[in-house]
């Protein structure tokens, strides 16, 4: 699919590029390359934020009234595919991505005055306390208790897989106010400062041996009743407002396309003893022309949701299909790379990652020396930790569920 861009919409497209020409330093471009999982180093990612807040950039997607940019679908698909196109490091998306956009359709004005502004430079890193041992696909089930006592609620329990809970100071909970009939009924939307006496964090290793998740345990952790998001008891809304958002307010196909075209670079570049290479392989280029029909269309219904979301609309269902979708061709795109990649893709290297570890029971050589293209140095830990995708946001099975639901009428 060729999308046909504007003078205004070139103009644009040139603007970002050479803003990207002028902050994005080497150095970050290769540590954005780097990365193993979905998420840059906590510092890379906080020093460009502040570089993109600078600019008024750091939320594309928000009003321009609480500093936003204001822009078209067409400008943020532009921005969004410069950025991948550039290697530019990705932001930690839970303030700018999930409680950023909840605050601004269901805060009050003193929350959004409170919040946003802080969201935006960073000095809020927040993390998303849903799920709990026994309550993940099973959300409404949870039990983290919220008590009514006068001015605050006091908290206990225990959230899991909390992405960042290591490094953030806020944390946006579902919490159970009370024991309805209807599960959901009973459920708060609740903000956390993580520096509240009673909250212990402990982390989750990743299958690649990084910590990037975490356990929370809240041991009566007394919060204002004015940190509540939406009524008491409502937060159901709330909740599910917010996932629209976290499957589907971000721009996702650029990222795909930008692999897809290193993986064929890749393909392209290596010959092995016998001088073949991979873009001679006739299964493996079918393999990818097969991705990259799918992502294209894929990216045909991600500018159909722009164009919804920049007319003021909340993703709705269908950020379900992009989350499934777009997490299934991720995971076939880590396959590709990894197959690229041949005897390179088994080194077990961790010190040539972002963030690279820390890894358990590894010492690096002293020299800090790694074998293989630059390429293959994150191929086995992206393809172990994208395994993940199709069960963070939610499961894919559980995605398949709501389409079925209300996009099928099934
Ligand atoms: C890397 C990572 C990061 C995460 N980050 C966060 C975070 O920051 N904050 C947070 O709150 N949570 C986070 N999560 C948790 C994530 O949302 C849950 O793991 C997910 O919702 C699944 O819940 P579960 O692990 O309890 O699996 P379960 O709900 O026990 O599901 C087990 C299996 O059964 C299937 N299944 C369950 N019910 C159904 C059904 N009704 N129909 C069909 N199949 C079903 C599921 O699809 C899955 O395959 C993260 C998870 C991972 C792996």
Redesign the pocket.
């Known amino acids: 699919m060729q999308v046909r861009w504007s003078q205004d919409e070139l103009a644009f497209r040139d603007e970002v590029r050479a803003f990207l020409a002028a902050e994005l330093t080497p150095s970050m471009r290769r540590d954005a390359r780097r990365m193993t999982s979905v998420y840059a180093p906590h510092e890379l990612s906080m020093a460009w934020q502040a570089i993109l807040n600078a600019r008024g950039w750091a939320a594309p997607a928000w009003p321009v009234e609480h500093g936003g940019c204001g822009w078209s679908a067409a400008q943020r698909y532009i921005f969004a595919s410069e950025f991948a196109a550039a290697d530019a490091p990705s932001l930690s998306p839970m303030g700018i991505g999930m409680c950023g956009p909840v605050l601004i359709g269901h805060g009050t004005a003193a929350q959004k005055a409170h919040y946003l502004p802080r969201i935006l430079t960073g000095e809020h890193l927040w ?5 709990e041992p026994a309550s ?3 959300l409404a089930s949870l039990q983290m208790s919220a008590v009514d006592d006068g001015e605050d609620l006091v908290c206990s329990g225990h ?1 899991l ?3 960042h809970a290591n490094v953030a100071n806020w944390i946006f909970c579902l919490v159970r106010t009370s024991h309805e009939a209807i599960r959901q009924q009973g459920i708060t939307f609740l903000l956390i400062d993580m520096t509240t006496p009673g909250i212990e964090v402990r982390p989750i290793l990743m299958l690649s041996g990084e910590h990037i ?1 975490n356990d929370v345990f809240f041991t009566d952790v007394r919060v204002p009743k004015a940190n509540v998001v939406g009524r008491i008891g409502e937060g159901w809304t709330v909740a599910k407002y917010l996932m629209e958002f976290e499957r589907g307010g971000g721009v996702s196909t650029p990222g795909l396309k930008a692999r897809l075209g290193r993986i064929r670079a890749m393909a392209a570049a290596e010959a092995d003893d016998a001088g073949g290479r991979l873009s001679d392989d006739r299964g493996f280029m079918a393999r990818l022309a097969a991705l990259s029909v799918e992502i294209d269309a894929l990216e045909a219904v991600e500018l159909q949701i722009l164009a919804s979301l920049s007319a003021g609309d909340a993703p709705g269902a269908k950020s379900s299909m992009m989350k499934t979708v777009g997490t299934e061709l991720s995971q076939r795109l880590t396959e590709l790379a990894l197959e690229a990649s041949g005897a390179y893709g088994a080194a077990y290297q961790p010190h040539a990652t972002c963030p690279g570890g820390p890894t358990p029971n590894f010492r690096p050589p002293s020299d800090q020396g790694y074998v293989g293209p630059d390429h293959s140095l994150t191929a086995a830990s992206k393809y172990l930790n994208d395994r ?1 995708g199709s ?5 894919n ?2 995605q398949r ?1 709501i389409i079925a639901k209300a996009v099928l009428g099934l």
Not at 127 to 131: A, L, N, P
């Open positions: 993390c998303q306390g849903y799920s993940g696909s099973d959230k897989w909390t992405t998740q993940a069960i963070y946001a939610g499961t099975e559980i569920n």
